[in-house]
């Protein structure tokens, strides 16, 4: 009968071999995340190629040509700051900023607030809740130009809503210098205000119900409710939304350009509105170059501003 029995220094030994041997253990993980990245990037190079081609590549193209005095046509001519020395005294320019703050300012407080108040109504609802939310989501899924046509016709003055309500009288909305950048938004808030309802309902669904009942124990009713604990737990998508709402008031378009295409005598018109025009009528496109670095930078300083906030305050989103 033979013996099995290993010496330890043979054991050591074939230990040593194994780590140190080309086909290692420590060697592998090494080459399979090398693999693993490289896989990753396969993954992503088209669209890292897409944004290059379409979004990198214009934007840098933009950069260049805002310094020049360019038609489209003809080969760009350097002039310098001078387009942007034009924005500073231009009336057009001065006069649609203007309007792009109040367009701001209104949708910061109206639909914020309507989506707000909403949400939390709703959340309270133990049935028929789903039912509401489809019914205030439908707006935000219309097509842009089927909900203006729509608003143009209620809103017309001949035959829309002022000839069914004597009370109106004969109210151009759309006409009216004095009326039509607000009738603009309102219409723009019917489609945008069930958007922000929903996104801060999900968000209140993730508040602790624990904390409702320890504050219905303590006698607290639903507005302390509102204001003490809904407010607090929601704060981060409450202020991504409202960063969000900032850069899309500042790129407004669509609305406007079907409804009054800025008019009338420019009471409408906002930066994206000038930039077309400047652009694709007037044929400056340098000039509307510059515009549009007007544009991202109050875009990027929007994001900048929200980015250090969360890091301060250690937000979750």
Do not use: K
Not at 60 to 81: I, R
Not at 117 to 129: D, E, I, M, N, P
Not at 209 to 237: K, N
Not at 245 to 255: A, E, K, N, P, R
């Amino acid at each position: 009968m033979t013996s099995d029995t290993t010496a330890p220094g043979a054991v050591l030994v074939a230990g040593s071999a194994l780590r140190d041997g080309p086909g290692a253990r420590g060697d592998r993980p090494l080459g399979a995340r090398a693999q693993r990245r490289l896989l990753a990037w396969l993954f992503v190079a088209p669209l890292l190629l897409v944004n290059l081609l379409v979004i990198t590549g214009p934007g840098l193209a933009s950069v260049f040509y805002s310094f020049t005095d360019w038609d489209g046509l003809n080969p760009p001519e350097l002039v310098g700051l001078a387009n942007y020395a034009e924005m500073l005294v231009s009336s057009p320019v001065l006069g649609a900023l203007g309007h792009n703050l109040l367009w701001t300012l209104f949708f910061l407080v109206v639909p914020m607030s309507m989506g707000l108040v909403g949400a939390f109504l709703l959340s309270r609802l133990r049935r028929g809740q789903a039912f509401f939310r489809v019914l205030y989501f439908i707006p935000y899924v219309l097509a842009t130009v089927v909900s203006a046509a729509v608003w143009r016709q209620i809103l017309d003055p001949e035959s829309g809503i002022s000839s069914v309500v004597p009370l109106l009288g004969d109210v151009n909305f759309f006409g009216n210098p004095s009326l039509a950048l607000g009738s603009v938004a309102f219409v723009n808030n019917w489609q945008w205000w069930g958007f922000l309802l929903v996104i801060f309902l999900a968000a209140m669904r993730t508040v602790e119900p624990s904390l409702y009942e320890a504050a219905r124990l303590d006698g607290a009713g639903p507005v302390r409710e509102f204001w003490h604990i809904t407010l607090p737990s929601i704060r981060p998508t409450f202020i991504f939304l409202g960063l969000m709402t900032v850069i899309w008031s500042f790129l407004v378009f669509d609305y406007i350009y079907v409804l009054t295409q800025g008019g009338p005598a420019g009471s409408t018109d906002v930066l994206s509105t000038v930039l077309y025009r400047e652009a694709f009528q007037n044929q400056r496109h340098g000039y509307a170059s510059a515009i549009a670095m007007l544009l991202a930078a109050i875009s990027a300083a929007a994001v900048l501003g929200y980015l250090a906030l969360r890091r301060r305050l250690r937000w979750d989103i």
